[in-house]
């Protein structure tokens, strides 16, 4: 039997969540192929990124500089990289399906923005927002019924996808949580209660939330809490606004930390804030729950998704910040009652893990 070549594409994946999923691809991927008769290229902004040794890398850093490239290389570089590598499998991880000579093609759609009408206050602070809002359907729509299958987070992304693009090879996979073995613990003020919301200066995070939740905290509650949010000032136009309106000082604002201090604050934290009005996924909520703490998170279909069966969580509406403020009381207090929550789709058919998703495009 000749050797299988497997191209993984995921030349815009550089930060926050959509990089972590590449580089747990990658990872296991590396682990997959150990002592197997395949060979795997990996197209990446930054190679020096990566340390798998089964796995061939090919850097393309002008793929995140601006859409003009990106473009280019999905429709047309990676049409002649395609009939030069001559692969058995495509595998693109963001998104797109780009034009290649490939007889088993697959692509990962993980951005959910098609789904999310931003406000106009939303689109100043993020022109990028209302520009994918608007064009997001159509970019998706290219080559989608050329993929062997299309692959989603989460059922309600499927069922949309199923509707808007009549598609009919659609299969949920959900992301593979890997817990890496971190033992360490950031110091914290063990007078305050910790809560910790990593993310990114996104205007569709809603960390504008937790500012008015903690405007309407009582004092004495005030005093006691810190709230550790991983953005800072010039980190985006959003950052800015959110860092200037609420200069309060029961926000740490941390800026960007390492997958290592991620870990860490999971460790020591008191609680998950999770506040985000869109996703097509929450992989905090997965690692959180991967800790065992608690966790506040918006009410909506894409976090009780991803919460599945757990019992230590309460939601508050993404508008309502009397509720996350009377949930934050209550957590200080332990007076607390958690909701606790349900996975509605345990008997439908999805793949769970990544070795199942290799075996999935390799058969």
């Known amino acids: ?72 290389y999905e429709y047309f570089y990676f049409n002649k990289l395609s009939k030069k590598i001559n692969p058995d499998v495509w595998f693109s991880l963001h998104d797109t399906s780009p034009n290649v000579k490939c007889k088993r093609r697959f692509v990962y759609c993980h951005n959910p923005n098609l789904f999310y009408k931003p406000s106009f206050k939303e689109s100043t602070l993020e022109i990028k927002v209302g520009i994918f809002y608007l064009f997001y359907k159509f970019i998706y729509k290219i080559n989608i019924h050329k993929n062997t299958n299309v692959f989603v987070q989460q059922f309600w992304i499927k069922n949309a996808f199923e509707k808007m693009f009549d598609l009919e090879n659609v299969i949920v996979t959900q992301p593979e949580f890997v817990k890496e073995e971190v033992n360490s613990t950031i110091y914290l003020d063990d007078s305050k209660v910790h809560f910790f919301y990593p993310t990114l200066g996104r205007s569709f995070k809603n960390i504008e939330l937790i500012g008015e939740a903690i405007l309407l905290l009582p004092d004495e509650i005030r005093n006691k809490i810190k709230v550790n949010v991983t953005i800072q000032k010039n980190d985006t136009l959003y950052a800015d606004y959110i860092v200037k309106k609420y200069p309060l000082k029961e926000i740490n604002y941390l800026g960007k930390i390492s997958r290592k201090e991620v870990f860490a604050y999971y460790n020591s934290m008191a609680c998950l804030l999770f506040p985000s009005k869109l996703e097509t996924w929450g992989l905090p909520i997965t690692e959180a729950k991967g800790f065992n703490k608690p966790m506040l998170v918006s009410d909506l279909p894409y976090a009780k998704e991803t919460v599945g069966n757990y019992e230590n969580v309460s939601f508050f509406k993404i508008d309502k910040p009397n509720e996350l403020a009377q949930l934050m009381r209550e957590l200080v207090t332990k007076t607390i009652d958690y909701t606790g929550n349900k996975y509605p789709y345990e008997n439908e058919y999805q793949i769970t893990s990544w070795e199942s998703i290799f075996n999935h495009i390799l058969n």
């Open 1 to 72: 039997m000749s050797k299988k070549t497997i191209v993984i594409s995921g030349v815009n994946m550089v930060d926050g969540g959509i990089f972590t999923i590449l580089d747990n691809c990658l990872n296991e991927l590396n682990k997959f192929i150990e002592n197997k008769d395949i060979n795997v290229i990996a197209l990446v902004n930054d190679s020096s990124k990566f340390n798998y040794n089964n796995i061939s890398f090919i850097s393309l850093p002008k793929s995140k500089k601006n859409w003009l490239f990106r473009l280019y």
